[in-house]
């Protein structure tokens, strides 16, 4: 559901209703607090189930997916943290943030526009070319944490893709030592 259509759903709601929203395994009650509290036990005359938004409409769709993907290759080509991970990449970084942008409109739940091109992303294995270590994934998230800060403004949503990303990156990690060629279940 887009927030347009979340807003429309809200603006239709009866005073007797309560909103609830899918929240991926859960859910969260949306609107209609005020009437349960004035209720007590009494029951909602009607409850209107939303699915959920997803984190790329959350986000601002695709103007926000390019901003966080320029922010953070612009901060892959800057940061001296950075300087080895940068290394890794072609000089040219046109190509590698169109894909990115395809892949996280696709991760985050927007248009499908990276596998019907590349197939399945299969991202750990089309990442064992390059030595991904502790230092490797730290400067990646350096990069990526500064892009969001600079990009996304919802806290909440900031805050969860932070998360998710964050375990993506460690999951990418690839040399020795590392918890996830040692049959450590895959985040
Ligand atoms: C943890 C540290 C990481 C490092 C050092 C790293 C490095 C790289 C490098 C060197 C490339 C190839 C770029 C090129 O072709 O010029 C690449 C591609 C890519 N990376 Fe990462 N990456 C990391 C984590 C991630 C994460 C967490 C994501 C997802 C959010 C990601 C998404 C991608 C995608 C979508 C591509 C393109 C793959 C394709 O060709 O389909 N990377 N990465």
């Known amino acids: 559901m ?3 259509g979340l807003v429309e759903a809200l603006l239709k709601m009866p005073a007797n209703a ?8 859960g859910l969260s009650l949306v609107a209609g607090l005020d009437f349960i509290e004035e209720q007590g036990a009494g029951a909602p005359a009607e409850v209107i189930l939303l699915p959920s938004i997803s984190m790329f409409a959350r986000v601002g769709g695709e103007v926000t997916i390019d901003r966080i993907v320029e922010a953070f290759y612009g901060r892959m080509d800057t940061l001296p943290e950075a300087r080895t991970i940068r290394a890794m990449h072609a000089p040219d970084l046109g190509p590698v943030k169109n894909i990115l942008k395809r ?6 739940g927007g ?10 992303p299969r991202l750990r ?24 800060a600079e990009t996304v403004a919802d ?8 998360a998710a990303m964050t375990k993506l990156a460690d999951w990418m990690r690839n040399q020795a030592g590392n918890p996830h060629d040692a049959g450590v279940s895959r985040p």
Request: glycine fraction near 10%; include cysteine.
């Open 2 to 4: 887009t927030v347009a």
């Open 18 to 25: 309560v909103v609830l929203m899918e929240n991926g395994g």
């Open 103 to 108: 892949y996280l409109s696709e991760w985050t």
């Open 111 to 120: 248009p499908k526009l990276y596998s019907p091109e590349k197939g399945h």
């Open 125 to 148: 294995q089309r990442h064992m070319g390059f030595a991904i270590g502790n230092p490797e994934r730290d400067a990646w998230l350096l990069c990526m944490r500064g892009a969001l």
């Open 155 to 162: 806290d909440r949503a900031r805050q969860e893709l932070d």
